[in-house]
């Protein structure tokens, strides 16, 4: 069986290289960038001029911190805002994002807005335990986070993302393929009803095709954006939706977020060591005392800035692992109700990269460090050559009955 490597046009090759280009600046020089405005604002005394205004004003530490976070949260958005715009400025020209300035302005209003009513408490209640376990506070923050991250990963369908998008039932539009869907989700032994499988109105902004799965629990859900509904053939949409079951019925909810729990754990504590060690060597250079003064949040940024980074490459192995997995069980869970599941598969992974201006080649070093899916090109090689009903094979999530 012969399927078509990964390809783009030559005038979509050339905006991916241009798309590609911002995005590693993205990855590797805002990361520096940020470091080094915030060691310069710490140097300055930016936060401690800051931390003073907020003190004159009142001698109540939340007070002082309900001044003071927001304008920390609003510094650390203007540090990252200009390559943000320079991405959307080339994806809108060449093509992806169908935003005006406007609305995109106003969806970044809304992400601001959103942290500093949610980061503005949580920080409050970090730097109370600083003050009270200056030792331990990294332990005592993660044991109050543990369950703060469960419960938003269960309400982020009913309460986060329809701040940011507009869902519709899939049965409100296309009842006959959500009656499809129903077959595959029986199919792959989890219970999503269709109540709960969702059309993303995402063709208004993006040109982008993309589906995914959100919430644990009764919460859980599919959603496709309802550009890729209509544009993949019920072939290809059953293999996408198949893959995002898959997430599921393989735990990865589950494992993302205690995954992502370690990691939060481990970080807190090298985030504890470094940033007192930054304070202890600098403090009376930097006018900050200790790590529960308001001006240390800087300390604490620059250092959790340089963690997130050097930890990237375990992340995004993590995930690629994952989606890996989720390509072998929609694979697998669309035979016997597609034609030819590996083309199936293999035009799915053709048309998102395609949309999304997805280079046909990358340097490893990169996929290595950024990418948090195989890329188009590896997944449809894969496709390509996986076919577990061959004789002498089986397939790894649906074997077949003894003969």
Request: with cysteine.
């Amino acid at each position: 069986m012969w399927i078509e490597p990964y390809h783009l046009p030559p005038d979509k090759l050339a905006k991916a290289l241009n798309i590609d280009v911002v995005l590693n600046f993205k990855d590797y020089v805002e990361p520096v960038c940020r470091v080094a405005i915030l060691a310069l604002a710490l140097r300055m005394r930016w936060f401690v001029w800051l931390r003073n205004r907020a003190e004159s004003v009142t001698a109540r530490r939340w007070l002082q911190g309900l001044l003071f976070l927001p304008v920390f949260a609003v510094f650390m958005t203007l540090i990252s805002l200009p390559f943000d715009m320079w991405l959307h400025q080339v994806r809108a020209r060449d093509g992806i994002s169908l935003q005006e300035w406007p609305a995109w302005f106003a969806e970044q209003g809304k992400s601001l807005l959103l942290g500093i009513l949610v980061g503005t408490p949580v920080l409050l209640a970090a730097f109370a335990i600083i003050r009270r376990a200056p030792k331990l506070w990294w332990l005592w923050f993660w044991l109050l986070w543990a369950p703060f991250e469960t419960f938003t990963t269960f309400i982020r369908p009913y309460v986060l993302d329809p701040i940011f998008d507009q869902f519709e039932p899939m049965a409100k539009s296309n009842p006959a393929l959500v009656g499809e869907l129903e077959k595959l989700i029986a199919k792959s032994g989890t219970e999503i009803p269709p109540s709960r499988i969702f059309l993303l109105k995402s063709g208004a902004r993006s040109t982008v095709l993309n589906a995914y799965v959100t919430g644990v629990g009764a919460s859980k859900r599919i959603v496709v954006y309802d550009i890729t509904a209509a544009n993949l053939s019920k072939d290809q949409l059953l293999f996408l939706v198949g893959h995002e079951l898959g997430h599921y019925v393989l735990d990865h909810m589950a494992q993302l977020v205690a995954y992502s729990l370690l990691v939060t754990l481990l970080m807190l504590y090298l985030a504890k060591v470094t940033a007192a060690w930054i304070v202890g060597r600098f403090g009376r250079l930097l006018r900050i005392s200790s790590l529960d003064d308001w001006a240390a949040a800087g300390v604490l940024a620059l250092v959790f800035t340089v963690l997130v980074f050097l930890s990237s490459p375990a992340q995004t192995a993590f995930e690629r692992s994952t989606e890996h997995q989720a390509d072998v069980f929609g694979i697998e869970v669309i035979h016997g109700l597609v034609g030819n599941p590996q083309q199936a598969a293999a035009e799915a992974f053709q048309l998102m990269g395609e949309s999304n201006l997805e280079p046909p080649y990358e340097n490893p070093l990169i996929i290595f460090w950024s990418y948090t899916h195989p890329s188009p090109s590896q997944r449809i090689n894969f496709a390509a050559a996986y076919d577990p009903w061959q004789p002498g094979m089986h397939p790894r999530y649906f074997p077949e009955p003894a003969r």
